[in-house]
Each structure stands twice: as structure tokens, then as C-alpha cells.
């Protein structure tokens, strides 16, 4: 092998081992959330080193800002990659589909709104916001595109949607579900789907749905 090929070698084993560095870190995460997490927990779970953890991530924030930016890439890269024929409210359920089953496996840790500290954190990074901005962008103009469609209610503003959706993605009926209802992931992901964007109220025969003001 020449110089050229041990370089190569040397670059895609630290990227591997840098891949086994975030996906621990997800489930860590997970488990313990932000602030009982530690370098040598990660370490650990990696079974590497805390001075080779420290060759990839200078600290925990960076290590997390880094899991939270390639958790931002994958939905991005989904996104981009379904069929163009493909309807606004098909888009955003097949894209929370994508997103319960990252969590069901373990590698969606939280919502950065649920730790202050998080939020400031991830605010600080330019690659953070760069990303979350984009797909909020994105996914506002596939809830415009429905509702012109009627296929979500014209009456609920943009953000009480969008919202309401992304807190989808960290519902603790997820977890009850699968501990207490003893369902499946498929299961699960089918009911959270359906309570998403059907509801649990049944339609009574000429009963109107409540009204909100539009901005």
C-alpha cells in the first residue's frame, strides 16, 4: 500500500471511529440526557481512550452540537432524496416517519428546546443554525403548499403546526407505548402517525371543527 492508500486508510478509520463516537453519544443521550453525560461515559461506551475521544471532540458541547448537526444532515439528505411527486402532507408525515424511527433506535437524543443550556449551546453554532434554519424554511413552505391544498387546516397558523409537529418527534407516548402497551416500533410509529394527522376525535355528524383566527 503506498502513501496515498495508508492516508486514505488513516481517513476513513477516523471517520468511522468518529461515527461510532456520535452514535454513542445519541444513546447516551437518550439515556441521560445532556447534563448527566461525561466524556468518559462516552469513551467508555465507544471503547476508546478519553485522550483519543479527545483527538475527534475538544469537549462534551462539541460532541453534542456535533450529534444534533448530523441528526439535522440526515433529515436534510431524506428530504432531498423523496420522489418530487410526492404531496406536501405525504412529505411531512414520511418525514416524521424517518424521524420516529431514528428515536425508536436510539439515535434521536432530545429536542434542544428541553435544556436552556442546550438551546444557548447550539445557538452559538453557525453549522447548527445554518442547518435547523433551512429545513424550518423548508418544512414551512410544504405546510403552505398543504394548506393551499386543503390538505391541513387553513385556519391554524403555520407555527401551531409546525410546532406542534416537531414536538412529535419527542412525545413520551412513544416510550409508553412500547414499555406499557408492549407495541412494536412498526406499531408505534403507525399510531403516532395517526394521531399526528388524523387526531383522536371521532367526526359527529354535523359537528363543526373549532375556528382559529389566521395572522
Known amino acids: 500500500m503506498g502513501v496515498l492508500g495508508k492516508l486514505r486508510f488513516k481517513d476513513q478509520a477516523f471517520k468511522l471511529r468518529e461515527d461510532a463516537i456520535l452514535d454513542a453519544t445519541a444513546r447516551l443521550l437518550a439515556v441521560k440526557g445532556f447534563d448527566l453525560i461525561t466524556m468518559d ?41 423523496l420522489p418530487g411527486e410526492l404531496g406536501p402532507s405525504a412529505r411531512l408525515r414520511s418525514l416524521l416517519e424517518w424521524v420516529l424511527r431514528v428515536r425508536l433506535s436510539g439515535g434521536l437524543p432530545f429536542l434542544p428546546s428541553t435544556s436552556p443550556h442546550v438551546r444557548a449551546m447550539l445557538t452559538h453554532s453557525l453549522r447548527y443554525v445554518t442547518r435547523a434554519l433551512k429545513l424550518h424554511r423548508m418544512l414551512d413552505a410544504i405546510v403552505t403548499d398543504a394548506k393551499k391544498r386543503g390538505e391541513l387546516r387553513r385556519e391554524l397558523p403555520n407555527d401551531v403546526i409546525l410546532y406542534s409537529y416537531y414536538a412529535r418527534t419527542c412525545d413520551p407516548a412513544v416510550e409508553y407505548l412500547r414499555i406499557y402497551g408492549k407495541y412494536g416500533d412498526d406499531a408505534i410509529v403507525e399510531q403516532m402517525l395517526a394521531v399526528c394527522f388524523a387526531g383522536i376525535a371521532g367526526a359527529a355528524p354535523g359537528e363543526a371543527g373549532a375556528r382559529f383566527p389566521s395572522r
Open 41 to 81: 461515559d462516552v469513551a467508555d461506551e465507544v471503547g476508546l481512550s478519553k485522550p483519543s475521544l479527545y483527538k475527534h471532540f475538544k469537549s462534551k458541547e462539541d460532541l453534542v452540537t456535533e450529534a444534533m448537526i448530523r441528526l439535522l444532515d440526515g433529515a436534510l439528505a431524506y428530504m432531498d432524496e
